[in-house]
């Protein structure tokens, strides 16, 4: 059975309206944080982006949660020498319950240095050293490493962690999916698809740990919630690789004008129809998925947590 988190967006909250979200979160009922790694919001309607390890640290000392990454691109605009000593770092402050989820990121958050943004089988072959050196840099070892991406000398983390920092990784592909269950110690992918799940346990993820996500609009008044979402989080009705190949919030804006209100009703959970959030987290825990996290878009966060603490969480199978 599932164990249900909260999902803590950078793009759409400052650092302190984060905190206490968490803490409302934990009072709520959920059982593990998510938390977005970003440089830029997808737009500028959404108007945030702290620097996800300062926020985390203060996570340390506001909640008791499980918390991770969902999720930090280790390959451009962070090198992975430093992520790890992040997630090092992190781990020690959480008293072990940080996991580092990482994958292939957006050009929108790692193209700022003005490097070419690679192809995708690029990407994926960089984040597979990355996570090497990451691994390989956490055991407190000095590290070095000449590959075909990375070079690292002489360089070893003194603040590590008893237990190793497990990594998940992020796949909404076959290819990123099947890189998942080689080398991830999980999979994190944003789909309630059976057959995704399946490729990862069957191509080596075995009973390793599945997680997924969710958004949702919580509103007493269904129209005002699609409006929120529409203005707000339309760029998440974008087909295909734009998420991934966009540049700058301002290219998302232009995308976002092909995105209808319609469009957002029809495939985004909003209002506060209970039996309509228990059906969205519950087709994940039916795919298979072992912990699912979601977020609430709008203003109302009191409402939110209200309704998933005494309706939406007590009738969803759950892990104890």
């Given at each position: 059975m599932p164990e249900y988190g909260y999902f803590l967006s950078c793009e759409q909250y400052g650092p302190?309206?984060?905190?206490?979200?968490?803490?409302?979160?934990?009072?709520?009922?959920?059982?593990?944080?998510?938390?977005?790694?970003?440089?830029?919001?997808w737009n500028g309607e959404q108007?945030?982006?702290?620097?996800?390890?300062?926020?985390?640290?203060?996570?340390?000392?506001?909640?008791?949660?499980?918390?991770?990454?969902?999720?930090?691109?280790?390959?451009?605009?962070?090198?992975?020498?430093?992520?790890a000593q992040a997630a090092a770092t992190s781990a020690v402050m959480t008293d072990g319950r940080f996991r580092l989820g990482v994958g292939t990121g957006e050009a929108l958050n790692e193209h700022i240095f003005g490097d070419a943004w690679p192809a995708a089988h690029v990407r994926l072959e960089m984040l597979e050293e990355a996570i090497l050196i990451i691994r390989r840099l956490l055991t407190g070892e000095e590290v070095n490493h000449h590959g075909t991406h990375y070079t690292v000398e002489?360089?070893?983390?003194?603040?590590?962690?008893?237990?190793?920092?497990?990594?998940?990784?992020?796949?909404?592909?076959?290819?990123?999916?099947?890189?998942?269950?080689?080398?991830?110690?999980?999979?994190?992918?944003?789909?309630?698809?059976?057959?995704?799940?399946?490729?990862?346990?069957?191509?080596?993820?075995?009973?390793k740990l599945v997680s997924g996500g969710t958004k949702v609009c919580y509103d007493t008044d269904?129209?005002?919630?699609?409006?929120?979402?529409?203005?707000?989080?339309?760029?998440?009705?974008?087909?295909?690789?734009?998420?991934?190949?966009?540049?700058?919030?301002?290219?998302?804006?232009?995308?976002?004008?092909?995105?209808?209100e319609d469009m957002v009703r029809d495939n985004r959970v909003c209002g506060d129809d209970v039996d309509e959030h228990v059906a969205e987290l519950k087709q994940f825990a039916d795919a298979g998925f072992d912990r699912v996290y979601v977020n609430q878009i709008g203003p109302d966060l009191r409402g939110f947590f209200d309704l998933y603490r005494t309706k939406v969480l007590p009738q969803l199978p759950q892990s104890a």
């Open positions: 302190a309206e984060l905190i206490e979200q968490a803490r409302m979160a934990e009072q709520a009922g959920f059982q593990a944080l998510w938390i977005s790694d970003h440089y830029h919001p108007g945030q982006s702290p620097f996800v390890w300062s926020v985390i640290g203060a996570l340390s000392d506001a909640v008791s949660l499980p918390i991770e990454t969902a999720v930090t691109c280790p390959t451009m605009r962070i090198h992975p020498a430093v992520v002489n360089a070893r983390l003194y603040t590590v962690p008893d237990e190793p920092v497990p990594i998940d990784i992020s796949g909404f592909g076959p290819s990123a999916t099947k890189l998942a269950a080689r080398v991830g110690d999980g999979y994190i992918t944003m789909m309630p698809d059976p057959s995704m799940v399946e490729q990862y346990r069957k191509g080596g993820g075995g009973g269904r129209d005002a919630a699609v409006r929120t979402v529409h203005r707000l989080w339309a760029n998440e009705q974008l087909p295909g690789e734009l998420g991934q190949v966009l540049p700058s919030p301002k290219h998302f804006e232009q995308a976002q004008t092909l995105v209808t």
